[in-house]
């Protein structure tokens, strides 16, 4: 695949400018020779305006004499930073075998049950599915719920067993930390009940105090 910027502008600037073979022209734009045939004759690319690539900064004049002067040359092209800053770095979506998709129900509804704490993203990226799918599964409004079981996804040969340790155990280190934020997962003080007040302290009673011995008055009380 070619690095340099506008392929077939720049594939039909060498068609009307210079002496390159379709080959030559072919390999350094990344295209079939016999579609640099068809720019040649004017059957392909009839309404691009060409590309000089020795102005855009994408080829050499010392490349371009090499290669008129000799047709199995094959020019190198300028590496261009904008081409680099237009290359998609995203990671192409998982591919999944036909014969393996009606598995994935199967294997969502496995962490649907097991592990509510892996995220319908995380499962969608894994398994190489939709979140709607993933939301289907989970309420039961797929086409196909009264079939579908859960089914460890390595077993359906979905994914490998590092990776699906992996995501567990990620999952489950970022509800951890959810869960420290919010409090949940850290033990509160226990106040005593309202209800239970401090027991007062004993103190015994203050006893009479004994006078001299008992006389027939205090006994039998006074006479009329």
Request: charged share 30%; aromatic share 4%; hydrophobic share 35%.
């Amino acid at each position: 695949m070619t690095d340099i910027l506008m392929p077939k502008a720049t594939a039909v600037w060498l068609v009307d400018n210079t002496s390159l073979t379709f080959e030559q022209i072919a390999d350094f734009c990344g295209l079939h020779p016999l579609e640099v045939r068809g720019i040649a004759d004017g059957d392909v690319a009839r309404d691009i305006r060409g590309a000089d690539p020795l102005v855009n900064g994408q080829l050499t004049r010392e490349e371009l004499d090499k290669a008129q002067n000799d047709e199995n040359y094959r020019m190198q092209a300028v590496v261009s930073r904008h081409a680099e800053l237009l290359k998609s770095h995203k990671p192409a979506p998982k591919y999944t075998p036909v014969s393996r998709r009606q598995d994935r129900p199967d294997a969502i509804a496995w962490f649907v049950r097991n592990h509510p704490e892996v995220t319908d993203a995380q499962i969608a990226k894994l398994l190489g599915t939709t979140k709607s799918t993933i939301e289907s599964v989970r309420n039961r409004t797929h086409w196909n719920s009264a079939n579908i079981k859960p089914v460890d996804p390595v077993t359906l040969g979905l994914v490998g067993q590092l990776a699906l340790d992996e995501l567990v155990r990620k999952a489950a280190d970022k509800k951890a930390k959810d869960d420290a934020k919010k409090g949940g997962a850290t033990l509160q003080p226990v106040d005593a009940p309202e209800a239970a007040e401090a027991e007062p302290e004993f103190v015994p009673e203050a006893r009479e105090r004994r006078g001299a011995e008992p006389t027939a008055e205090s006994v039998f009380g006074k006479k009329d």
